[in-house]
Protein backbone atom coordinates (compact mmCIF):
# COMPACT_ATOMS: atom_id res chain seq x y z
CA UNK A 1 0.00 0.00 0.00
CA UNK A 2 0.74 3.89 -1.00
CA UNK A 3 1.06 5.28 2.95
CA UNK A 4 2.18 8.88 4.08
CA UNK A 5 1.65 10.27 7.61
CA UNK A 6 2.11 14.22 8.42
CA UNK A 7 2.95 14.54 11.85
CA UNK A 8 3.01 18.31 14.05
CA UNK A 9 1.72 20.73 16.73
CA UNK A 10 -1.15 22.01 16.31
CA UNK A 11 -1.72 25.26 13.77
CA UNK A 12 2.11 24.15 12.57
CA UNK A 13 -0.37 23.76 8.56
CA UNK A 14 -0.45 19.76 8.73
CA UNK A 15 -3.82 20.18 6.69
CA UNK A 16 -3.10 23.16 4.87
CA UNK A 17 0.32 21.87 3.49
CA UNK A 18 -1.82 18.09 2.59
CA UNK A 19 -4.82 19.81 1.07
CA UNK A 20 -2.39 22.03 -0.78
CA UNK A 21 -0.71 19.24 -2.74
CA UNK A 22 -3.56 17.07 -3.07
CA UNK A 23 -4.58 19.88 -5.49
CA UNK A 24 -1.73 19.67 -7.26
CA UNK A 25 -1.67 15.56 -7.59
CA UNK A 26 -5.35 15.60 -8.31
CA UNK A 27 -5.01 14.86 -11.84
CA UNK A 28 -2.92 11.37 -10.89
CA UNK A 29 -5.50 10.05 -9.90
CA UNK A 30 -8.64 9.70 -12.01
CA UNK A 31 -10.97 7.79 -9.93
CA UNK A 32 -11.43 10.39 -7.06
CA UNK A 33 -10.55 11.25 -3.94
CA UNK A 34 -11.76 10.80 -0.51
CA UNK A 35 -11.73 13.55 2.61
CA UNK A 36 -12.12 12.70 5.98
CA UNK A 37 -11.96 15.17 9.42
CA UNK A 38 -11.21 12.62 12.20
CA UNK A 39 -11.64 15.12 14.59
CA UNK A 40 -9.31 13.46 16.82
CA UNK A 41 -8.63 16.27 18.89
CA UNK A 42 -10.90 19.09 20.22
CA UNK A 43 -13.96 18.91 22.42
CA UNK A 44 -16.15 17.04 19.75
CA UNK A 45 -16.32 13.25 19.44
CA UNK A 46 -13.41 12.00 17.36
CA UNK A 47 -14.99 10.73 14.35
CA UNK A 48 -14.66 6.16 14.65
CA UNK A 49 -13.50 4.10 11.68
CA UNK A 50 -16.93 2.79 11.53
CA UNK A 51 -18.44 5.75 10.91
CA UNK A 52 -15.86 7.01 8.68
CA UNK A 53 -16.23 3.67 6.44
CA UNK A 54 -19.97 4.62 6.44
CA UNK A 55 -19.16 7.70 4.75
CA UNK A 56 -16.74 6.87 2.51
CA UNK A 57 -18.43 3.64 1.40
CA UNK A 58 -21.60 5.59 0.56
CA UNK A 59 -19.54 8.27 -1.24
CA UNK A 60 -18.75 5.46 -3.60
CA UNK A 61 -22.41 4.98 -4.17
CA UNK A 62 -23.15 1.81 -2.68
CA UNK A 63 -26.71 1.35 -1.42
CA UNK A 64 -27.46 2.15 2.57
CA UNK A 65 -28.53 -1.47 2.97
CA UNK A 66 -25.72 -3.32 1.44
CA UNK A 67 -23.00 -1.42 4.13
CA UNK A 68 -22.19 -3.98 6.55
CA UNK A 69 -22.73 -3.34 10.06
CA UNK A 70 -18.86 -4.64 11.62
CA UNK A 71 -15.36 -2.76 11.26
CA UNK A 72 -14.03 -5.94 9.51
CA UNK A 73 -16.73 -6.41 7.09
CA UNK A 74 -17.06 -2.74 5.90
CA UNK A 75 -12.89 -2.47 5.27
CA UNK A 76 -12.99 -5.17 3.40
CA UNK A 77 -15.54 -3.95 1.16
CA UNK A 78 -14.27 -0.09 1.41
CA UNK A 79 -11.13 -2.57 0.00
CA UNK A 80 -12.48 -4.30 -2.70
CA UNK A 81 -14.31 -1.60 -4.35
CA UNK A 82 -10.87 0.34 -4.59
CA UNK A 83 -8.92 -2.89 -5.96
CA UNK A 84 -7.30 -1.76 -9.29
CA UNK A 85 -8.35 1.83 -9.00
CA UNK A 86 -6.27 5.00 -8.39
CA UNK A 87 -7.96 6.80 -5.71
CA UNK A 88 -6.33 9.50 -2.99
CA UNK A 89 -7.64 9.52 0.30
CA UNK A 90 -6.43 12.17 2.77
CA UNK A 91 -7.14 11.34 6.53
CA UNK A 92 -6.60 14.30 8.38
CA UNK A 93 -6.44 15.24 12.02
CA UNK A 94 -6.13 11.65 13.30
CA UNK A 95 -5.69 10.56 16.93
CA UNK A 96 -4.08 7.24 16.56
CA UNK A 97 -2.97 4.12 14.32
CA UNK A 98 -6.46 1.98 15.12
CA UNK A 99 -8.51 5.26 13.92
CA UNK A 100 -7.12 5.31 10.49
CA UNK A 101 -5.63 1.24 9.67
CA UNK A 102 -9.27 0.59 8.71
CA UNK A 103 -9.40 3.05 5.95
CA UNK A 104 -6.34 2.50 4.58
CA UNK A 105 -6.79 0.55 0.96
CA UNK A 106 -4.98 -2.44 0.01
CA UNK A 107 -3.62 -1.56 -3.06
CA UNK A 108 -0.10 0.34 -4.48
CA UNK A 109 -2.51 1.96 -6.87
CA UNK A 110 -4.35 4.49 -4.17
CA UNK A 111 -2.34 6.77 -1.96
CA UNK A 112 -3.60 7.51 1.41
CA UNK A 113 -2.00 10.43 3.59
CA UNK A 114 -2.79 10.94 6.90
CA UNK A 115 -2.07 14.17 9.29
CA UNK A 116 -1.98 13.79 13.48
CA UNK A 117 -0.47 15.38 15.99
CA UNK A 118 0.75 11.86 17.21
CA UNK A 119 3.89 10.75 15.41
CA UNK A 120 1.41 7.27 14.55
CA UNK A 121 4.59 4.91 15.29
CA UNK A 122 2.22 1.94 14.66
CA UNK A 123 1.65 2.76 10.73
CA UNK A 124 5.06 3.76 10.78
CA UNK A 125 5.63 -0.16 12.11
CA UNK A 126 2.91 -1.87 10.52
CA UNK A 127 1.77 -0.50 7.23
CA UNK A 128 5.09 0.89 6.00
CA UNK A 129 4.22 4.58 6.10
CA UNK A 130 6.50 7.25 5.20
CA UNK A 131 6.83 9.51 7.90
CA UNK A 132 7.03 13.41 7.71
CA UNK A 133 7.08 15.39 11.28
CA UNK A 134 6.23 19.36 10.44
CA UNK A 135 8.09 21.66 12.37
CA UNK A 136 7.18 25.31 13.20
CA UNK A 137 8.79 28.07 10.15
CA UNK A 138 12.25 28.73 10.64
CA UNK A 139 12.88 32.45 11.51
CA UNK A 140 13.48 33.57 8.32
CA UNK A 141 10.20 31.58 6.72
CA UNK A 142 8.21 32.99 9.85
CA UNK A 143 8.74 36.76 8.46
CA UNK A 144 8.77 35.86 4.89
CA UNK A 145 4.80 34.62 5.97
CA UNK A 146 4.40 37.83 7.94
CA UNK A 147 6.00 40.12 5.32
CA UNK A 148 2.68 38.89 2.83
CA UNK A 149 0.03 40.47 5.53
CA UNK A 150 2.25 43.93 6.48
CA UNK A 151 4.12 44.22 3.43
CA UNK A 152 8.33 43.92 2.71
CA UNK A 153 8.86 47.17 2.87
CA UNK A 154 7.88 47.53 6.68
CA UNK A 155 9.95 44.33 7.54
CA UNK A 156 12.74 45.85 5.84
CA UNK A 157 12.46 48.92 7.90
CA UNK A 158 12.24 46.98 11.47
CA UNK A 159 14.19 43.67 10.53
CA UNK A 160 14.87 42.82 14.22
CA UNK A 161 11.50 43.44 15.30
CA UNK A 162 9.60 41.76 12.63
CA UNK A 163 11.78 38.63 13.65
CA UNK A 164 11.22 39.55 17.61
CA UNK A 165 7.75 39.16 15.60
CA UNK A 166 7.98 35.86 14.54
CA UNK A 167 9.23 34.65 18.10
CA UNK A 168 6.70 36.06 20.06
CA UNK A 169 4.42 33.80 17.50
CA UNK A 170 6.40 30.64 18.16
CA UNK A 171 6.88 30.16 14.62
CA UNK A 172 3.65 28.74 14.65
CA UNK A 173 1.80 29.43 10.58
CA UNK A 174 -1.63 29.91 12.88
CA UNK A 175 -0.29 32.50 15.10
CA UNK A 176 1.70 34.45 12.13
CA UNK A 177 -1.87 34.39 10.00
CA UNK A 178 -3.27 36.05 13.16
CA UNK A 179 -1.07 37.97 14.12
CA UNK A 180 -0.50 39.63 10.26
CA UNK A 181 -3.83 40.02 9.27
CA UNK A 182 -4.34 42.26 12.64
CA UNK A 183 -1.21 43.93 11.85
CA UNK A 184 -2.17 44.91 8.46
CA UNK A 185 -4.80 46.71 9.29
CA UNK A 186 -3.25 48.87 11.88
CA UNK A 187 -0.11 50.72 9.11
CA UNK A 188 0.43 53.14 11.93
CA UNK A 189 1.58 50.72 14.41
CA UNK A 190 5.38 50.26 13.68
CA UNK A 191 6.80 46.48 14.28
CA UNK A 192 8.31 47.78 18.00
CA UNK A 193 4.67 48.98 18.86
CA UNK A 194 3.57 45.65 18.17
CA UNK A 195 6.20 43.60 19.74
CA UNK A 196 5.10 45.52 22.58
CA UNK A 197 1.65 44.91 22.72
CA UNK A 198 2.19 41.09 22.34
CA UNK A 199 5.12 40.97 25.19
CA UNK A 200 2.14 42.82 27.61
CA UNK A 201 -0.34 40.25 26.75
CA UNK A 202 2.45 37.45 27.14
CA UNK A 203 3.60 38.59 30.40
CA UNK A 204 -0.15 39.17 31.51
CA UNK A 205 -1.31 35.28 30.46
CA UNK A 206 1.38 33.56 31.43
CA UNK A 207 0.27 33.27 34.77
CA UNK A 208 -2.49 31.46 33.63
CA UNK A 209 -0.81 29.09 31.39
CA UNK A 210 0.28 25.37 32.57
CA UNK A 211 3.47 23.66 31.86
CA UNK A 212 2.40 21.57 29.19
CA UNK A 213 -0.67 23.80 27.94
CA UNK A 214 -0.87 23.49 24.36
CA UNK A 215 -2.24 27.11 23.91
CA UNK A 216 1.17 28.75 26.18
CA UNK A 217 2.44 29.58 22.20
CA UNK A 218 -0.50 31.27 21.06
CA UNK A 219 -2.16 32.21 23.76
CA UNK A 220 -0.85 35.93 23.81
CA UNK A 221 -1.21 36.02 19.77
CA UNK A 222 -5.02 34.90 20.10
CA UNK A 223 -5.75 37.32 23.01
CA UNK A 224 -4.15 40.15 21.20
CA UNK A 225 -6.24 39.42 18.19
CA UNK A 226 -9.52 38.99 20.23
CA UNK A 227 -9.36 42.01 22.26
CA UNK A 228 -9.30 44.07 19.31
CA UNK A 229 -12.54 43.01 18.04
CA UNK A 230 -15.24 45.23 18.93
CA UNK A 231 -17.39 43.70 21.56
CA UNK A 232 -20.22 42.01 19.47
CA UNK A 233 -17.17 40.70 17.69
CA UNK A 234 -16.01 39.35 20.79
CA UNK A 235 -19.19 37.70 22.03
CA UNK A 236 -19.84 36.13 18.62
CA UNK A 237 -16.22 34.35 19.10
CA UNK A 238 -16.60 33.09 22.88
CA UNK A 239 -20.05 31.86 21.70
CA UNK A 240 -18.93 30.27 18.39
CA UNK A 241 -16.21 28.08 21.16
CA UNK A 242 -18.90 26.46 22.65
CA UNK A 243 -20.24 24.31 20.34
CA UNK A 244 -19.07 20.62 19.39
CA UNK A 245 -20.09 20.19 15.79
CA UNK A 246 -17.29 19.78 13.40
CA UNK A 247 -18.72 22.71 11.91
CA UNK A 248 -21.74 25.27 11.71
CA UNK A 249 -23.95 26.62 9.35
CA UNK A 250 -25.49 30.28 9.22
CA UNK A 251 -28.34 29.43 10.54
CA UNK A 252 -27.25 27.79 13.84
CA UNK A 253 -24.71 30.03 14.07
CA UNK A 254 -27.14 33.08 14.69
CA UNK A 255 -29.05 30.91 17.19
CA UNK A 256 -25.66 30.23 19.20
CA UNK A 257 -24.82 33.88 19.11
CA UNK A 258 -28.45 35.20 19.92
CA UNK A 259 -29.01 37.14 16.60
CA UNK A 260 -31.15 37.31 13.36
CA UNK A 261 -29.24 35.83 10.31
CA UNK A 262 -28.22 39.32 8.67
CA UNK A 263 -25.58 39.83 11.72
CA UNK A 264 -24.76 36.51 11.89
CA UNK A 265 -23.80 36.55 8.40
CA UNK A 266 -21.79 39.66 8.70
CA UNK A 267 -19.89 38.77 12.11
CA UNK A 268 -18.90 35.28 10.79
CA UNK A 269 -17.64 37.38 7.73
CA UNK A 270 -15.83 39.44 10.26
CA UNK A 271 -14.03 36.76 11.92
CA UNK A 272 -12.94 34.79 8.66
CA UNK A 273 -11.33 38.24 7.53
CA UNK A 274 -9.55 38.12 10.33
CA UNK A 275 -8.50 34.28 10.55
CA UNK A 276 -10.38 33.54 13.80
CA UNK A 277 -12.76 31.44 11.68
CA UNK A 278 -12.52 29.32 8.30
CA UNK A 279 -15.12 29.16 5.69
CA UNK A 280 -14.90 25.65 4.61
CA UNK A 281 -17.82 25.91 2.37
CA UNK A 282 -20.60 28.70 1.17
CA UNK A 283 -21.92 29.36 4.25
CA UNK A 284 -20.27 27.01 6.24
CA UNK A 285 -17.64 27.72 9.17
CA UNK A 286 -15.41 25.94 11.12
CA UNK A 287 -12.99 26.96 13.93
CA UNK A 288 -9.72 25.37 14.34
CA UNK A 289 -9.00 23.31 17.44
CA UNK A 290 -6.99 25.75 19.23
CA UNK A 291 -8.79 28.65 18.67
CA UNK A 292 -11.88 26.76 19.38
CA UNK A 293 -9.80 25.79 23.07
CA UNK A 294 -9.19 29.40 23.32
CA UNK A 295 -12.67 30.80 22.57
CA UNK A 296 -13.87 28.40 25.24
CA UNK A 297 -11.62 29.67 27.78
CA UNK A 298 -12.71 33.51 27.38
CA UNK A 299 -15.98 32.57 27.50
CA UNK A 300 -15.33 30.71 30.92
CA UNK A 301 -13.71 34.05 31.75
CA UNK A 302 -16.19 36.67 30.77
CA UNK A 303 -19.66 35.23 30.65
CA UNK A 304 -21.67 33.81 33.55
CA UNK A 305 -22.50 30.11 33.74
CA UNK A 306 -26.32 31.20 33.04
CA UNK A 307 -24.95 32.95 30.17
CA UNK A 308 -23.34 29.99 28.73
CA UNK A 309 -26.11 27.44 29.47
CA UNK A 310 -28.41 29.53 27.53
CA UNK A 311 -26.02 30.33 24.97
CA UNK A 312 -25.51 26.32 24.39
CA UNK A 313 -30.06 25.78 24.66
CA UNK A 314 -30.27 28.09 22.34
CA UNK A 315 -28.40 26.23 19.61
CA UNK A 316 -29.58 22.76 21.09
CA UNK A 317 -33.36 23.78 20.73
CA UNK A 318 -32.44 25.56 16.80
CA UNK A 319 -31.22 21.90 15.98
CA UNK A 320 -34.49 20.27 17.59
CA UNK A 321 -36.89 22.64 16.02
CA UNK A 322 -35.71 22.14 12.33
CA UNK A 323 -34.96 18.61 12.79
CA UNK A 324 -38.83 18.58 13.56
CA UNK A 325 -39.82 20.81 10.30
CA UNK A 326 -37.29 17.93 8.47
CA UNK A 327 -39.38 15.29 10.12
CA UNK A 328 -42.95 16.73 9.46
CA UNK A 329 -41.61 17.17 5.37
CA UNK A 330 -40.44 13.79 5.14
CA UNK A 331 -42.57 11.46 7.37
CA UNK A 332 -45.20 13.92 8.33
CA UNK A 333 -47.60 11.50 10.46
CA UNK A 334 -44.40 9.94 12.68
CA UNK A 335 -43.80 10.22 16.13
CA UNK A 336 -44.53 14.13 17.28
CA UNK A 337 -43.08 15.01 20.17
CA UNK A 338 -43.89 18.20 22.31
CA UNK A 339 -41.04 20.60 21.35
CA UNK A 340 -39.45 23.41 23.50
CA UNK A 341 -40.35 27.26 23.26
CA UNK A 342 -38.37 28.87 20.50
CA UNK A 343 -37.52 32.40 22.57
CA UNK A 344 -35.22 33.98 20.44
CA UNK A 345 -34.32 31.67 18.10
CA UNK A 346 -35.10 32.42 14.77
CA UNK A 347 -36.53 29.29 12.84
CA UNK A 348 -36.55 28.94 8.51
CA UNK A 349 -39.92 28.26 6.95
CA UNK A 350 -41.13 24.51 6.77
CA UNK A 351 -38.85 22.38 3.86
CA UNK A 352 -40.09 22.83 0.69
CA UNK A 353 -40.26 18.66 -0.02
CA UNK A 354 -39.02 16.01 1.52
CA UNK A 355 -35.81 15.78 -0.77
CA UNK A 356 -35.39 19.41 0.63
CA UNK A 357 -35.24 17.95 4.01
CA UNK A 358 -33.27 14.79 3.35
CA UNK A 359 -30.13 17.02 2.00
CA UNK A 360 -30.50 19.32 5.25
CA UNK A 361 -30.30 15.98 7.46
CA UNK A 362 -27.55 14.65 5.25
CA UNK A 363 -25.32 17.85 5.94
CA UNK A 364 -26.27 18.33 9.05
CA UNK A 365 -26.00 14.23 10.57
CA UNK A 366 -22.67 15.16 12.33
CA UNK A 367 -23.86 18.01 13.96
CA UNK A 368 -27.30 16.36 15.13
CA UNK A 369 -25.16 13.72 16.76
CA UNK A 370 -22.94 16.38 18.21
CA UNK A 371 -25.86 18.41 19.78
CA UNK A 372 -27.41 15.30 20.95
CA UNK A 373 -24.11 14.79 23.12
CA UNK A 374 -23.95 17.80 24.13
CA UNK A 375 -27.48 18.05 25.45
CA UNK A 376 -26.82 14.96 27.15
CA UNK A 377 -23.53 16.06 28.98
CA UNK A 378 -24.70 19.86 29.53
CA UNK A 379 -27.81 18.55 31.14
CA UNK A 380 -30.33 19.59 28.63
CA UNK A 381 -32.42 16.63 28.69
CA UNK A 382 -35.31 17.04 27.81
CA UNK A 383 -33.70 18.46 24.48
CA UNK A 384 -31.70 15.07 24.10
CA UNK A 385 -34.55 12.76 24.28
CA UNK A 386 -36.44 14.91 21.91
CA UNK A 387 -33.95 15.33 19.39
CA UNK A 388 -33.39 11.22 19.30
CA UNK A 389 -37.45 10.51 18.24
CA UNK A 390 -37.05 13.65 16.22
CA UNK A 391 -33.75 12.54 13.88
CA UNK A 392 -35.08 8.65 14.39
CA UNK A 393 -36.88 8.40 11.02
CA UNK A 394 -34.03 10.19 8.86
CA UNK A 395 -31.40 7.75 10.28
CA UNK A 396 -34.22 4.56 9.72
CA UNK A 397 -34.71 6.17 6.03
CA UNK A 398 -30.96 6.73 5.27
CA UNK A 399 -29.77 3.10 7.17
CA UNK A 400 -28.01 4.80 9.45
CA UNK A 401 -28.54 1.94 12.02
CA UNK A 402 -25.77 2.50 14.88
CA UNK A 403 -26.32 5.97 14.84
CA UNK A 404 -30.10 5.42 14.90
CA UNK A 405 -29.87 2.77 17.93
CA UNK A 406 -27.35 5.16 20.10
CA UNK A 407 -29.29 8.31 19.45
CA UNK A 408 -32.34 6.49 20.68
CA UNK A 409 -30.73 4.56 23.59
CA UNK A 410 -29.34 8.07 24.36
CA UNK A 411 -32.86 9.27 24.42
CA UNK A 412 -34.45 6.83 26.31
CA UNK A 413 -31.50 7.40 29.33
CA UNK A 414 -32.08 11.08 29.22
CA UNK A 415 -35.70 11.05 29.56
CA UNK A 416 -35.65 8.13 32.58
CA UNK A 417 -33.27 10.78 34.26
CA UNK A 418 -35.90 13.41 33.97
CA UNK A 419 -38.71 10.77 34.96
CA UNK A 420 -40.44 11.70 31.30
CA UNK A 421 -42.98 9.26 31.14
CA UNK A 422 -43.94 10.40 27.64
CA UNK A 423 -40.68 10.59 26.66
CA UNK A 424 -40.02 7.12 28.11
CA UNK A 425 -42.86 5.46 26.39
CA UNK A 426 -42.10 6.86 22.87
CA UNK A 427 -38.31 6.03 23.26
CA UNK A 428 -39.24 2.20 24.25
CA UNK A 429 -41.25 2.25 21.26
CA UNK A 430 -38.58 3.55 18.80
CA UNK A 431 -35.91 1.64 20.45
CA UNK A 432 -38.08 -1.62 19.91
CA UNK A 433 -38.24 -1.35 16.15
CA UNK A 434 -34.49 -0.49 16.08
CA UNK A 435 -34.29 -4.49 18.07
CA UNK A 436 -36.39 -6.09 16.30
CA UNK A 437 -34.63 -4.38 12.64
CA UNK A 438 -30.78 -6.32 14.88
CA UNK A 439 -32.94 -9.51 15.33
CA UNK A 440 -33.23 -9.28 19.26
CA UNK A 441 -37.02 -10.40 18.68
CA UNK A 442 -37.06 -10.79 22.98
CA UNK A 443 -35.53 -7.54 24.04
CA UNK A 444 -38.10 -6.04 21.07
CA UNK A 445 -40.75 -7.68 22.92
CA UNK A 446 -40.09 -6.33 25.98
CA UNK A 447 -39.39 -2.99 24.78
CA UNK A 448 -42.54 -3.02 23.73
CA UNK A 449 -44.36 -4.07 26.01
CA UNK A 450 -42.75 -1.21 28.21
CA UNK A 451 -44.08 1.27 25.92
CA UNK A 452 -47.90 0.12 26.20
CA UNK A 453 -47.47 -0.37 30.17
CA UNK A 454 -46.70 3.30 30.62
CA UNK A 455 -49.00 5.28 27.47
CA UNK A 456 -51.89 3.18 29.10
CA UNK A 457 -50.90 4.87 32.24
CA UNK A 458 -50.44 8.05 31.37
CA UNK A 459 -52.52 7.58 29.09
CA UNK A 460 -51.28 8.44 25.44
CA UNK A 461 -52.92 6.14 23.08
CA UNK A 462 -51.12 6.18 19.74
CA UNK A 463 -48.44 4.66 21.62
CA UNK A 464 -50.06 2.17 23.47
CA UNK A 465 -51.45 0.88 19.88
CA UNK A 466 -48.48 1.02 17.91
CA UNK A 467 -47.36 -1.21 21.19
CA UNK A 468 -49.62 -3.64 20.28
CA UNK A 469 -49.36 -3.87 16.81
CA UNK A 470 -45.37 -4.42 17.22
CA UNK A 471 -45.97 -6.97 19.74
CA UNK A 472 -48.64 -8.39 17.12
CA UNK A 473 -46.03 -8.52 14.37
CA UNK A 474 -43.41 -10.41 15.97
CA UNK A 475 -45.95 -13.04 17.03
CA UNK A 476 -46.95 -13.17 13.01
CA UNK A 477 -43.16 -13.44 11.78
CA UNK A 478 -42.94 -16.25 14.93
CA UNK A 479 -45.56 -18.27 13.44
CA UNK A 480 -48.77 -17.49 15.88
CA UNK A 481 -51.35 -16.37 13.90
CA UNK A 482 -53.97 -16.16 16.38
CA UNK A 483 -51.91 -14.51 18.60
CA UNK A 484 -51.10 -11.78 16.66
CA UNK A 485 -54.81 -10.57 15.44
CA UNK A 486 -55.92 -10.24 18.65
CA UNK A 487 -52.87 -8.35 19.14
CA UNK A 488 -53.92 -6.35 15.62
CA UNK A 489 -57.66 -6.22 17.16
CA UNK A 490 -56.32 -4.75 20.43
CA UNK A 491 -54.13 -2.13 18.87
CA UNK A 492 -57.55 -1.12 16.40
CA UNK A 493 -59.78 -0.60 19.58
CA UNK A 494 -57.10 1.84 20.87
CA UNK A 495 -56.39 3.73 17.93
CA UNK A 496 -59.85 4.25 17.22
CA UNK A 497 -60.52 4.96 21.07
CA UNK A 498 -57.38 7.70 20.36
CA UNK A 499 -58.72 9.04 16.81
CA UNK A 500 -55.28 8.12 15.55
CA UNK A 501 -56.01 7.25 11.71
CA UNK A 502 -52.69 6.41 10.68
CA UNK A 503 -52.63 3.39 13.48
CA UNK A 504 -55.93 2.63 12.36
CA UNK A 505 -55.37 2.16 9.18
CA UNK A 506 -51.56 0.34 9.96
CA UNK A 507 -53.56 -1.77 12.62
CA UNK A 508 -56.35 -2.66 9.29
CA UNK A 509 -53.70 -3.38 6.74
CA UNK A 510 -52.06 -5.97 9.58
CA UNK A 511 -55.16 -7.57 9.80
CA UNK A 512 -55.58 -7.53 6.36
CA UNK A 513 -52.78 -9.63 5.64
CA UNK A 514 -53.81 -12.44 8.47
CA UNK A 515 -56.95 -13.12 6.95
CA UNK A 516 -55.17 -13.49 3.41
CA UNK A 517 -53.04 -15.74 5.07
CA UNK A 518 -55.80 -17.75 6.57
CA UNK A 519 -57.64 -18.15 2.92
CA UNK A 520 -60.32 -15.26 3.47
CA UNK A 521 -59.23 -12.70 0.81
CA UNK A 522 -62.98 -10.91 0.89
CA UNK A 523 -62.09 -9.87 4.66
CA UNK A 524 -58.28 -9.29 3.62
CA UNK A 525 -59.60 -7.17 0.48
CA UNK A 526 -61.93 -5.18 2.41
CA UNK A 527 -59.35 -4.41 5.82
CA UNK A 528 -56.75 -3.48 2.46
CA UNK A 529 -59.15 -0.94 1.31
CA UNK A 530 -60.29 0.53 4.16
CA UNK A 531 -56.74 1.26 5.27
CA UNK A 532 -55.57 2.70 2.08
CA UNK A 533 -58.51 5.13 1.91
CA UNK A 534 -57.72 5.93 5.44
CA UNK A 535 -54.09 6.51 4.46
CA UNK A 536 -55.23 8.48 1.34
CA UNK A 537 -57.32 10.85 3.36
CA UNK A 538 -54.48 11.76 5.55
CA UNK A 539 -52.38 12.64 2.85
CA UNK A 540 -49.77 9.97 3.66
CA UNK A 541 -48.05 9.29 0.62
CA UNK A 542 -45.20 7.03 1.90
CA UNK A 543 -47.44 4.81 4.08
CA UNK A 544 -50.62 4.52 1.39
CA UNK A 545 -47.83 3.02 -1.16
CA UNK A 546 -46.86 0.57 1.39
CA UNK A 547 -50.50 -0.46 2.13
CA UNK A 548 -50.61 -1.08 -1.59
CA UNK A 549 -48.73 -3.71 -1.71
CA UNK A 550 -50.63 -6.46 0.66
CA UNK A 551 -54.04 -4.90 -0.88
CA UNK A 552 -52.79 -5.43 -4.27
CA UNK A 553 -51.71 -8.83 -3.32
CA UNK A 554 -54.94 -9.90 -2.36
CA UNK A 555 -56.91 -8.74 -4.90
CA UNK A 556 -53.96 -10.58 -7.42
CA UNK A 557 -55.39 -13.75 -5.09
CA UNK A 558 -58.83 -12.95 -6.11
CA UNK A 559 -58.12 -13.01 -9.82
CA UNK A 560 -58.55 -9.07 -9.78
CA UNK A 561 -55.41 -8.60 -11.50
CA UNK A 562 -56.40 -4.45 -13.32
CA UNK A 563 -56.94 -3.64 -9.72
CA UNK A 564 -53.52 -4.59 -8.42
CA UNK A 565 -51.92 -2.93 -10.98
CA UNK A 566 -53.49 0.19 -10.69
CA UNK A 567 -52.50 0.14 -6.43
CA UNK A 568 -49.00 -0.18 -7.69
CA UNK A 569 -47.83 1.77 -10.09
CA UNK A 570 -48.62 4.65 -8.55
CA UNK A 571 -47.04 3.28 -5.23
CA UNK A 572 -43.71 1.95 -7.69
CA UNK A 573 -43.48 5.98 -8.36
CA UNK A 574 -43.80 7.50 -4.80
CA UNK A 575 -41.06 4.70 -3.31
CA UNK A 576 -38.90 5.92 -6.20
CA UNK A 577 -39.36 9.66 -5.04
CA UNK A 578 -38.38 8.60 -1.34
CA UNK A 579 -35.82 7.09 -2.49
CA UNK A 580 -36.30 3.87 -0.89
CA UNK A 581 -34.68 1.31 -3.15
CA UNK A 582 -35.74 -1.91 -1.26
CA UNK A 583 -39.95 -0.97 -1.45
CA UNK A 584 -39.29 -0.01 -4.46
CA UNK A 585 -37.74 -3.75 -5.36
CA UNK A 586 -40.93 -5.73 -3.82
CA UNK A 587 -42.87 -3.08 -5.71
CA UNK A 588 -41.24 -4.38 -9.04
CA UNK A 589 -41.63 -8.05 -7.45
CA UNK A 590 -45.00 -7.69 -6.94
CA UNK A 591 -45.86 -6.25 -10.40
CA UNK A 592 -43.94 -8.82 -12.19
CA UNK A 593 -45.73 -11.63 -9.85
CA UNK A 594 -49.09 -9.81 -11.19
CA UNK A 595 -47.97 -9.42 -14.80
CA UNK A 596 -47.45 -12.94 -14.85
CA UNK A 597 -50.77 -14.33 -13.41
CA UNK A 598 -52.29 -11.85 -16.07
CA UNK A 599 -50.26 -13.34 -18.96
CA UNK A 600 -48.30 -10.11 -19.85
CA UNK A 601 -45.33 -12.08 -19.86
CA UNK A 602 -43.01 -9.51 -21.37
CA UNK A 603 -43.82 -7.07 -18.99
CA UNK A 604 -43.71 -9.69 -16.23
CA UNK A 605 -40.08 -9.98 -17.33
CA UNK A 606 -39.45 -6.36 -17.59
CA UNK A 607 -40.72 -5.64 -13.89
CA UNK A 608 -38.58 -9.24 -12.55
CA UNK A 609 -35.24 -7.46 -14.61
CA UNK A 610 -35.60 -4.41 -12.90
CA UNK A 611 -35.90 -5.98 -9.44
CA UNK A 612 -33.23 -8.18 -9.90
CA UNK A 613 -31.05 -5.53 -10.56
CA UNK A 614 -32.22 -3.55 -7.63
CA UNK A 615 -31.91 -6.80 -5.04
CA UNK A 616 -28.22 -7.12 -6.67
CA UNK A 617 -27.06 -3.75 -5.93
CA UNK A 618 -28.74 -4.04 -2.47
CA UNK A 619 -27.05 -7.49 -1.66
CA UNK A 620 -29.98 -9.61 -1.32
CA UNK A 621 -29.37 -12.91 -2.71
CA UNK A 622 -32.91 -12.84 -4.02
CA UNK A 623 -31.81 -11.58 -7.36
CA UNK A 624 -30.34 -14.65 -8.50
CA UNK A 625 -34.07 -16.52 -8.72
CA UNK A 626 -35.60 -13.86 -9.75
CA UNK A 627 -33.03 -13.60 -12.76
CA UNK A 628 -34.47 -17.42 -13.18
CA UNK A 629 -37.75 -16.57 -13.26
CA UNK A 630 -39.59 -17.98 -16.66
CA UNK A 631 -43.36 -17.95 -15.51
CA UNK A 632 -42.73 -18.84 -12.06
CA UNK A 633 -42.10 -17.53 -8.61
CA UNK A 634 -44.14 -17.43 -5.54
CA UNK A 635 -45.53 -14.80 -3.93
CA UNK A 636 -43.04 -11.54 -2.06
CA UNK A 637 -42.50 -11.62 1.28
CA UNK A 638 -42.84 -8.13 3.15
CA UNK A 639 -40.78 -6.21 5.35
CA UNK A 640 -41.79 -3.90 7.84
CA UNK A 641 -43.12 -0.25 7.61
CA UNK A 642 -41.96 2.41 9.45
CA UNK A 643 -44.60 1.99 12.58
CA UNK A 644 -44.58 5.33 14.05
Known sequence: ?????????????????????????RERFPDGDLYMDMQGYGPHQAVTPLSALDAFLRA?????????????????????????????????????????????????????LVTSRSALPGLVAREGAMRMTLDVLTPGESVALLSRFVGRSRIDAEPAMALRVAELCGYLPLALRVVGERASNRHHLSLEGLVGELVDERVRLDALASLEDELSDTRAVFSWSYRALVPDLQQAFRRLGLQTGSDIGVDAAAALIGCDVTTAKRQLRALVDVHLLQEVFADRYRMHDLLRSYATEQAAAEDSQGERTQTVRRLLTWYLLVADLGRCAILPHSAAVPLVPARRVEIRSAFADSTEAMRWFATE???????????????????????????????????????????????????????DEFGEAVSNLILADVSWRNGQLEEAADQYRQASRIAHDIPVGWIEGFASRGLGLLREEQGDATGAQGCFQAALRVFRASEHRRGEGMSLLSMGKCARASGDLTQAIAHGEAAVEIFADIDDPWTLAWGALPLAAALADAGRHDDALNHLRPALEVFRGFDDRRSEAMALLSLGDVCRDSGRLTEAHAYWSLAADLYEALGDPRHEEIRG????????SEGRAADS
Open 1 to 25: MALSAVAGAPGVGKTALVVHWAHGV
Open 60 to 112: LDTPADRIPETLEERSALFRSLLAGKRVLVLLDNASSSPQVRPLIPATPDSFT
Open 365 to 419: RVNLLAALRQATESGHLDIAWKLAITTSGFFELRSYWLDWEDSVRAGLAAAQALG
Open 629 to 636: RCGGGGPT
